[in-house]
């Protein structure tokens, strides 16, 4: 049992600093509530990990131990050659299906998981087609390094269900995108999508 709850107080740990690193690339106040259930979350791990049977030693990395690159998942999914985007419900802008990786996921999984998620589509990745180090592109300003993994997708089955994040979907042409969010995808890393759905034995991207 001891083993299960050192578990579960690392899993508490790891949605906590996940949820601590999302929320301070955001500027505005709206999410200090956010910040505040995260760092309550990241005491609770604490606390578990203190009461536990025997000697504990939390799982840390030190202060002084070096920034890594947090990394991500989008994918690119085709309808009779159009491209599939969601709008978010926060910033009303357009994007890719994806998110940033949960510690216990492979890359393949995060992306099946955020579609499903996101969408309501069940997918298969077909092809890895770039990974993006994302300050090396002109997003939005974020203090955060990700490498991003964008995946040409195929839709087994499923059917959108609008949900908390996303408030719209659609089918888009190359020469009829909508707005896009500038945090999350670029006019060229959408054109590369097109690129690789057209001409699959083009080689993986990188950088």
């Known amino acids: 049992m001891a083993a ?3 578990d579960w107080a690392e899993r508490l740990r790891v949605i906590a600093a996940e949820g601590l690193a999302a929320s301070a690339s955001l500027a505005n106040d709206e999410h200090n509530f956010d910040r505040e259930r ?3 979350v990241l005491a609770l791990a604490d606390r578990i990990e203190k009461e536990l049977p025997g000697p504990s030693e939390p799982l840390r990395l030190p202060e002084t131990a070096p920034q890594t690159p947090k990394t991500g998942v989008r994918g690119a999914a085709f309808r009779d050659g159009q491209l599939l985007l969601i709008r978010h419900c926060e910033s ?3 994007s890719l299906p994806g998110g940033f990786a949960d510690a216990e996921d492979t890359p393949t999984q995060m992306i099946v998981r955020e579609f499903a998620e996101e969408t309501g589509f069940a997918i298969r990745p077909i092809k890895l087609f770039a990974v993006y180090a994302r300050n090396s592109h002109p997003h939005a300003y974020s203090p955060n390094e990700f490498h991003m993994f964008f995946f040409i997708c195929e839709i087994i089955s499923g ?8 408030c719209d979907l659609g089918f888009f042409a190359e020469e009829a995108l909508p707005p896009l969010d500038p945090m999350t995808v670029t006019p060229y890393q959408i054109s590369r999508c097109f690129a690789h759905a057209r001409h699959a034995l083009l080689p993986t991207e990188f950088d």
């Open 4 to 6: 299960s709850q050192n």
């Open 38 to 40: 995260y760092q309550q």
């Open 92 to 94: 009303g802008l357009w």
């Open 159 to 166: 059917a959108w269900q609008p949900n908390q994040e996303t």
